[in-house]
């Protein structure tokens, strides 16, 4: 079972609304990731932490999304004005500094109505 | 993706039988990971490779980073096993980058 928790599990939102979903990364595991998969199963790469830092993130990261890990409480990934094209499923997933292995959650799957 | 290429886009399989799935790899990756997906999302982790071969039950997966290709072989299928199943190559900036999965379904 995965140790990566999402919430929430489902998220409706109206055009323009903000939609936020969060994620504990397994314990010990300082990089975060967050990917998008779309209906056609295309995951995007959107933004990464190690610890509360943003290693990379993609240009429609950086304009439309607001992200964060702070230390001791779980990592944030918001849309500031939600659009049709955002519906999706957001997988957050995390590892070990020195393992390239990555554990996904359950994702949160967002339909903006 | 681009980067990863994966085949067969679907596959049916009677229960018992076995089968392979292939993911061929367009740039060198140092290592690749299988998921299987179920029906509400979950990413469920398969393998992890570097080199070499692992087998899990009747799960078994080879990665040859020379030739640039990793397979996943399922024997004696199970309806348990039906689900879409992704490979993902390692990329050092964005972690993976995963082909469009294979939608396995297995009947009675």
């Known amino acids: 079972n995965s140790k990566v928790i999402q919430t929430p599990r489902y998220l409706v939102k109206g055009q323009g609304q903000k939609a936020k979903m969060r994620c504990i990364p397994e314990k010990g595991h300082p990089v975060v990731f967050w990917y998008q998969q779309n209906k056609n199963n295309e995951f995007k790469f959107l933004i990464n932490?190690?610890?509360?830092?943003?290693?990379?993130q993609i240009d429609m990261t950086e304009k439309r999304f607001s992200a964060e890990c702070p230390s001791n409480s779980p990592c944030s990934l918001e849309i500031q004005s939600s659009e049709a094209g955002d519906s999706a499923l957001y997988l957050c997933?995390?590892?070990?500094?020195?393992?390239?292995?990555?554990?996904f959650g359950h994702g949160t799957k967002l339909s903006v109505l | 993706g681009d980067q990863v290429e994966q085949s067969p886009s679907a596959l049916s399989l009677h229960e018992g039988t076995s089968s392979a799935l292939r993911c061929n790899f367009t740039?060198?990756?140092?290592?690749v990971q299988w998921f299987r997906q179920n029906s509400r999302g979950s990413l469920i982790n398969l393998f992890y490779l570097a080199s070499g071969t692992k087998e899990n039950g009747r799960l078994k997966s080879a990665f040859d980073s020379k030739e640039l290709y990793s397979t996943l072989h399922i024997r004696d299928a199970q309806l348990e096993d039906s689900g879409t199943y992704f490979c993902?190559?390692?990329?050092?900036?964005?972690?993976?980058?995963f082909g469009l999965g294979t939608r396995v379904s297995v009947f009675p």
């Open positions: 997933a995390s590892r070990d500094i020195s393992n390239e292995r990555l554990f």
């Open positions: 993902a190559a390692r990329n050092y900036a964005q972690g993976l980058t």
């Open positions: 932490f190690q610890n509360q830092e943003v290693l990379q």
């Open positions: 740039t060198t990756t140092r290592s």
